[in-house]
Every structure is written in C-alpha cells, then in structure tokens.
C-alpha cells in the first residue's frame, strides 16, 4: 500500500490552490463541493476560475490572490494544491508545504505528493473513492466510471436513514452483534428498496415497525431473520435484447432475485446477468405455444412471494407496452404482494433507433402509434381508419404472420401501396437484420428473407431515412441489413 487511504474534514477551512488553469479549475471545484474555503493564487486565472469567483453563491469562499506563489500563502492553510504547469514552481511548493507538515497534491508528479486525489463516487453522506497511487488517473476514471453504474445514487438517503436512527438501534440493541445483524437485514431488506425507490415514508414507517418487533429482541438469530422474510415481485423490462440499454435499477434488482420468471425474448446474455445462483423458470410464449398460461404465471409470482421469496419478472422490452404486466401487478396487488416496476426501453424505440429510423420527425411524421398485430382466429382487429392518417408512424409488434393482412388493410383504408415499410428482426443485437420496402412490396420480400420472431414492423415516410440514418452495423458476416424498395 503505497498511499494510506483518509478523509479529510475540510469544511470551512482554508486550502490553497496554487495555478490558475484548468486543471486548478478542476480541483477548486472538488474543494468547494467537500465545503473548503479554497484561496487562488495565480498571476491570471482562466475562464472557468473566472466564471466562478463572479458566482454570488461562493461568497466568502473563494479568494484570489494575483500573485506568484511564495511561503508566506501557506500560512493558516490545511491543505496544498500545485497545478501550475511548472515543474519549478510545483517543487517550490511541495517543498515549502512539506516543511510545515501540510498535506500537499502536486498534479501529475506522485513523487511531489504526500496524498493523492482519488477518483470520488459521491453518494453523501457515502463517498468512495478510486485509487492508483498516481500510476493512471485516467484508470481510477475507468474505475469510478465502473462503479457509478454499479451504486445506485440513492444509497445517500440510505446512509441518511442509518444515521437518523443509529442512536435508537445501538439504545434496544446494546449488543454489538445483534445490532449487526439488525442492519445487516435491514440494509438487504425491504427497507433498503423502498429507499432505493423513493417511497420515503413507507421505509420510515417499516423501520420504525420492525424495532418494535418481538422477533429483534430475541436471542435466537434464526427467530430474528423469519420476522424479517418478505417475498418481494420486481417486474423489470429487459429492454429489447442488448444487454448495454439495462437501466442501473434493473441490473441491481436482477442481483437480488432469488426467482427469475423469464419470458421468450429475454437475451441469453440477459439471463447470464442474473444473480447466479436464482431459481430460473421459463414461462415464454410462442404463437399457438405457452410454456405457462398468463392465468398460470400471475399464481406463480404470487405463491413465490408469499413464500418470502425476491422474485424477478424479466420481460422482454418494456412490461408494460404489450408485455402484460398491468395484468400481472393487478393480481398481485390484490393479493397484497409488494412490487416494484422497472420500465424498460421498448422494442419500438430500440429497434428504430438501432436501424436509424426515427419514430417522428418533423418533416415526415409528427405521432406515432404503436400496436399488436397479433393474429387471433385468423383476423386482426384495429381501428384501421385511425391508423392510415398521414404524417403518422406506425409499429406494429408481434407482426410478421399478419403482415400480409396489415398492408393490405391499410393500403385499402387509405395508405398508399406506396407508403414505405420496414421489418426488424432481433433490433439491437448483433443478429439484427433490417428489411424495407413498401406496403406493396413488404410482404414477399419478408418471405423470401425467411424472416423469424421476434420481429418489428415500421410503417411510414420515417422509414425513408433508414440509408441515411443507420448507424448500427452488427458484423459484416451476419448479412445484418437489407433494403427492398425504399432508397
């Protein structure tokens, strides 16, 4: 360990920052975020520096003085930073706040410093910082990067919360172990994810119930878990295949699941993200072939829940944009099963978006309408005139065994056969494939491709600008887009 890892308290307390650029920019602005009263020295500051000290809310806390650095600026200072640019200069200092036994920085030069700024993830009250000793800042960046994804940004309330009540645990819990272990089940609890998803109240009032409990006066640990077990149901929109477009929310809860009830379009490579060792059931559903009747996945959550189980409802895009999920959350909730929901980005706006096909634009489209264009006995029942308006962008999910009946209706409730169409099949992985033509022309040309589930259909002039647009090309050899009649 070459640098023993601290925090400082430098709140409303003087630190020196000795360079005007900036790079001196950017370390007053971590001093005056930890609450530093931070003095400039420098002959010239840059525009940054100088936008700053004009702020009214710093008032008081940011000095400048137009001076070259001498000892006499040390004086009543805690802290030092060199970022002069000047080798000369930057040694000066260091050895100057050295003798006086004054932490000092020197910007890009380890050997000048007795600490090293680290890479801050900041979830006040929690702050973690990132490392290399002065080896790689641009590596401690990567680092802090990895771990902002990781730590959700309401773990501060958390700490919050702790805080609050700290005094009345550590007063009915004197114990050191047993009040370890009634944080340790708090903090991976319910009361954690009522934090995490912003329902305040209802974390203080479950907090406030559970030390109150028997069940945590108890010297049996085993009695003390049971009055904790609650089965909780996430429903979480996988998003349309790229595990990369997984919102921060939906990979933390994929981690806590102790079930996962997954449906047919979840990626392999989502379903490898999950927690590893969570009970995994398929409930998919193909056309003509349900795995599991919907009647039947809406029990299964709620006796898994009622089990004390954290089950995972992974769908496919968004839950609730033709994935079922209001069904879902009515039978849970009338079951009184907590849950949270996740949205996530639906097939409509990533596939578009993967095929460079915008859903509006000003030019072509101003509404976009989605549907199913499910077949059911051999029909499919939409408000036909209300989908061909002009200047509107259809999407049609779950259509390619109906897409000769959709084109055909309606081209025949006024689209022009001419209107441009396009097909997606698996938008946004690396098996993507993009067809377009036109209402006329679609159809055969989907044949003939051999197109398969899932797929996605685009109808509109917005389909114009896929040549143009397109910014996603999986491997050249997996012969990933194609174009029929649209230019």
Known sequence: MDFFPIFLDI?????????GGTVAAQKTESLLRAGAHVIIVAPLLCPELRERMSGRSLKGRIAHRAEVFSSQHLE?????????????????????????????NVVDDPALCSFIMPAIVDRSPVLIAASTGGASPVLARLLRARLETLIPAAYGR????????????????????????????????????????????????YLERSLKHDGYRSDDSSSTQDAMVAGEVYLVGAGPGNP??????????????????????VSPEILDMVRRDATRIYAGKERSRHAMPQESINDLLVRLAKEGKRVLRL???DPFIFGRGGEEIETLSSQGIPFQVVPGITAASGAASFAGIPLTHRDYAQSCV?????????????????????????????????????????????????????????????NQRVLTGTLETLPLLTAEANLAPPTLIIVGQVVRLHQQLAWFNPAPDLNASETGAVR
């Open 11 to 19: 709140r409303n307390r003087a630190c020196l920052v000795v360079g």
């Open 370 to 430: 989605f549907v199913t264009g499910h077949l059911k006995d051999g029909s499919v029942n939409l408000d036909w005139d209300m989908l061909a308006r002009p200047n509107q962008t259809i999407v049609i999910y779950m259509g390619l065994l109906g897409l000769p009946v959709l084109c055909a209706q309606l081209a025949a409730h006024g689209l022009p056969a001419s209107t441009p169409a396009a097909i997606v099949q698996q938008g946004t992985t690396r």
């Open 315 to 317: 769908k496919g895009g």
């Open 158 to 205: 958390l700490a919050a919360y702790a805080a609050a009540f700290r005094a009345r645990v550590k007063q009915q819990f004197p114990q050191p172990d047993k009040r370890r272990r009634f944080w340790e089940e708090i903090l991976q609890g319910p009361f954690a994810e009522m934090v995490l998803a912003g329902k305040d109240q209802a974390a203080k009032d």
């Open 76 to 104: 009543g200072v805690v802290l030092v930073v060199a970022a002069t640019g000047n080798a000369g200069i930057d040694r000066e200092v260091s050895q100057a706040a050295g003798q006086r036994h004054i932490p000092v």
């Open 244 to 265: 990369d477009l997984l919102t921060f929310r939906a990979m933390r809860l994929m981690q806590r699941a102790d079930v996962v009830v997954y449906d047919r379009l």
